[in-house]
């Protein structure tokens, strides 16, 4: 069983930059492709960003792409997501999930564990 905590989110002017973390524990994080999605109130649960295992891949949400970027240490058991140039509508819970399936990873039910999210907050 695998348990993510992310952590790093918090209110920001539009413009301004915040980097998430996710820490991972209980599994063999190497072997897990890690995503980071987003939810707004009365939105669905959104793509935002992927990562294969060794960080050689990486996939983005048309909305973020230029703006965000994820990477990962698989020494620290950590997945990141540096977010710049951010806008009120990137407002939203944000969640970090893994999975250890060859699935598209655009898609939430790719994935095995979640966290618990982490509010992000863009105030124009």
């Known amino acids: 069983q695998v348990q993510l905590v992310e952590s790093g989110g918090g209110l920001v002017q539009a413009g301004g930059s915040l980097r998430l973390s996710c820490a991972a524990s209980g599994g063999t994080f190497s072997t897990y492709i890690m995503g980071w999605f987003r939810q707004a109130p009365g939105k669905e649960r959104e793509f935002v960003a992927a990562i294969s295992w060794s960080g050689s891949m990486t996939y983005y949400a048309d909305s973020v792409k230029g703006r965000f970027t994820i990477s990962r240490d698989n020494a620290k058991n950590t997945v990141y997501l540096q977010m710049n140039s951010l806008k009120p509508e990137d407002t939203a819970v944000h969640y970090c999930?893994?999975?250890?399936?060859?699935?598209?990873?655009?898609?939430?039910?790719?994935?095995?564990?979640w966290g618990q999210g982490t509010q992000v907050t863009v105030s124009s």
């Open positions: 999930a893994a999975t250890g399936r060859l699935l598209t990873p655009r898609v939430p039910a790719s994935y095995d564990y």
